[in-house]
């Protein structure tokens, strides 16, 4: 039986290419733009697996990757980014995904991933696989502290320059709690300034740069 799968990218000429290589070992059953659309469409249809970009609008592939284990989800996440990155890899393993690969070798990889996590297996595309082990096995530090989705919701507002009254009105909290949050975020990721906050948002695809 095919797997059913949900692909979340928000560059059509890519989507559409990506879909056809989905087709030739599953069954495409959505393809979203952003996040928030993921999450939605993972929650109603239920697929076996999401292949999912990491930075994409108004949530990122790893947000909606947390959302959705928090949630029950059983789907599982094959990230396919340009992002080459050795901690944003071990981050996402960690989180639960089941696969991590790179756009300029999708061609070559996407269908061999597919077939690995129905199998229950890791993929992990082999032109990072060195520098993600090395990763995982050196001591853990602030950076690696995994973030509450309501940090990560407070970071992502804070990179797009919203103000701390604006931030709390989006998010229905105080300014208070969102100072709270920054100071947390600030203490958790080693950083010293919101221009460090804005950095690592950058960097780990919490905003599309």
Same mark, same amino acid.
């Given at each position: ?5 949900? &692909?979340? =990218? =928000? ?9 056809? &290589? ?9 393809? /979203? +733009?952003?996040?928030?659309?993921? /999450?939605?469409?993972?929650?109603? &249809?239920?697929?076996?697996?999401? /292949?999912? *970009? ?14 959705? @284990?928090?949630?029950?989800? @059983? ?12 901690? %944003? ?13 790179? +756009? ?15 199998? *229950?297996?890791?993929? %992990? ?5 060195? =520098? ?8 853990? =530090?602030?950076?690696? !502290? ?9 970071? !992502?507002?804070?990179?797009?320059? +919203? !103000? ?7 998010? +229905?909290?105080?300014?208070?709690? /969102? ?6 975020? %600030? ?8 221009? *460090? ?5 950058? !960097? ?6």
């Amino acid at each position: 039986m095919r797997p059913r799968v949900i &692909l979340a =990218d =928000d560059h059509v000429m890519v989507a559409e290419g990506l879909g056809r &290589l989905v087709s030739e070992v599953a069954d495409l059953v959505a393809q /979203v +733009k952003d996040g928030k659309q993921l /999450v939605e469409a993972v929650q109603r &249809l239920k697929p076996d697996i999401v /292949v999912s *970009d990491v930075t994409m609008p108004v949530m990122s592939g790893l947000e909606a990757l947390h959302r959705l @284990k928090a949630g029950g989800s @059983k789907a599982r996440f094959i990230f396919l980014t340009v992002h080459t990155d050795p901690l %944003l890899a071990t981050q996402a393993i960690h989180a639960g995904a089941c696969g991590y690969l790179l +756009k300029a070798a999708a061609g070559e990889e996407l269908l061999d991933a597919i077939r690995a996590v129905m199998a *229950d297996r890791i993929y %992990l595309t082999p032109h990072i696989t060195r =520098d993600v082990l090395h990763t995982m096995t050196q001591p853990s =530090d602030a950076s690696e !502290r995994p973030l509450s989705s309501r940090q990560v919701d407070v970071l !992502r507002l804070i990179a797009q320059g +919203k !103000r701390m009254k604006e931030i709390a009105a989006q998010l +229905k909290i105080s300014v208070r709690t /969102v100072e709270d949050h920054k100071s947390q975020l %600030l203490a958790a990721l080693g950083a010293k300034s919101t221009a *460090d906050l804005v950095k690592y948002a950058l !960097r780990h695809g919490l905003f599309p740069e």
